[in-house]
């Protein structure tokens, strides 16, 4: 499977309350991927949604086809990094991308992650916002300086060789990832962190692309106080582990 022609690619979509960005995401992964001419399908992991997310997804896989959209609900939340394990087990792509649901990633970036990957023959690309015209949109001052600290904290700790960590907008290998995934203990903001510090201590390779990241465009943010805490408390715990 290693020529181009015979990629397939496996988008990870967790959900939670995203009933207003899910149909633009669909619709943009599903031109970014018609137009570039790979293969794909979209994994929804909804984890019971209280605003009617999973009705939506039933209508879009309706509308592009169950070949397409995969609807595979849970019934509450439960965590990202599990989201990840339920998604994958339905994954029929030898590529997966990992990605947000609330459009601060945009699908546009996906074939720089495909020409990057091939480039370079890497097991993991990473989209990053702190290398080349990478950035960030929307975010008031104290975001920033704790994405910006978290980073610069988790270089000087772990010294992981990749410029962001704690971005979730990624294409893997399915296998590599399968493997990270049964090393991997955190959950949470901290999850991104550890895939990346794991790969390291695997010798898997990273490339990276810059990308721009939008705030969300509907909904709430889900970062809050006790998330940074836990980042923490978890980069701390993986520093005395690695």
Known sequence: MAGGGGDKFSVLLPTYNERENLPL??????????????????????????????????????IY????????????????????????????GNFIVIMDAD??????FIPEFIRKQKEGNFDIVSGTRYKGNGGVYGWDLKRK???????????????????DLTGSFRLYRK????????????????????????????????????????DRVYGESKLGGNEIVSFLKGLLTLFATT
């Not at 459009?103 to 546009?108: C, F, Y």
């Not at 978290?150 to 270089?155: E, G, P």
């Open 25 to 62: 995401v669909v619709w943009l992964l599903a031109r970014t991927f018609r137009d570039s001419g790979k293969d794909f399908e979209i994994i929804i992991i909804d984890d019971g949604s209280p605003d009617g997310t999973q009705e939506i997804a039933e209508q879009l896989e309706k």
């Open 65 to 92: 086809g169950s070949d397409k959209i995969l609807l595979r609900p849970r019934a509450r939340k439960l965590g990202l990094g599990t989201a990840y394990i339920h998604g994958m087990k339905h994954a029929t």
């Open 103 to 108: 459009l601060s990633h945009h699908p546009k």
């Open 145 to 163: 300086l704790i994405s910006r600290g978290a980073n610069f904290l988790t270089q000087v700790l772990l010294r992981p060789g990749a410029s």
């Open 175 to 214: 296998e590599v990832l399968e493997k990270l995934m049964e090393k991997c203990v955190s959950k949470g903001y901290v999850f991104q962190m550890e895939m990346i510090v794991r790969a390291r201590q695997l010798g898997y390779t990273i490339g990276e692309v810059p990308i721009s990241f939008v």
